[in-house]
């Protein structure tokens, strides 16, 4: 699924994109600014603009932001004026956007606990059908 390579880096080979985009595991240095750089070297938004698609709950999240943002933006133009219309906007995006990915990244969360516990339950279900087909057919 992944190959690693001399420097450390590893490639994801199945993408729907087709892009092979490295996946740096590298420890921390102990060093806030080196590390916060090796960080910022990383960033490339043009392919996170392009992967947007793909990372769960954003495209929900900023359509919910655009229109509830559009929606008080035009509202408070019309009583208040340019400015202040733009800025109510543009928070109303930021904290709509914001909240419904925090919401949507919760319940995935949530999910996932659901499915590692019945995944964690699954085996101890089957010792349980065995035990009782040992003591119904009269074992020891």
């Known amino acids: 699924m992944s190959s690693d390579s001399e420097d450390g880096t590893q490639t994801a080979s199945s ?17 806030f600014w080196q590390d916060a750089r090796e960080a910022f070297k990383r960033i490339s938004i043009a392919d996170d603009f ?11 999240s900023l359509m919910s932001g655009i229109a509830s943002g559009v929606g008080v933006g ?7 004026g340019f400015l202040v219309g733009s800025h ?10 914001l909240g419904t ?4 990244q919760r319940n995935i ?14 085996p101890k279900r089957f010792i349980k ?12």
Do not use: Y
């Open 15 to 31: 993408q729907p994109s087709g892009s092979r985009r490295p996946v740096h595991r590298v420890e921390s240095t102990g060093n």
């Open 109 to 122: 969360e949530a999910e996932r606990r659901k499915l590692q516990k019945v995944v964690e339950e699954m």
């Open 88 to 97: 109510w906007a543009v928070g109303t995006f930021m904290v709509v956007s």
């Open 101 to 104: 990915w925090t919401v949507c």
């Open 74 to 80: 035009v509202i408070r133009i019309m009583s208040a």
């Open 50 to 60: 392009q992967r947007l698609g793909e990372m769960p709950c954003a495209r929900n």
């Open 129 to 140: 059908q065995k035990d009782k087909g040992i003591d119904e057919s009269g074992g020891s």
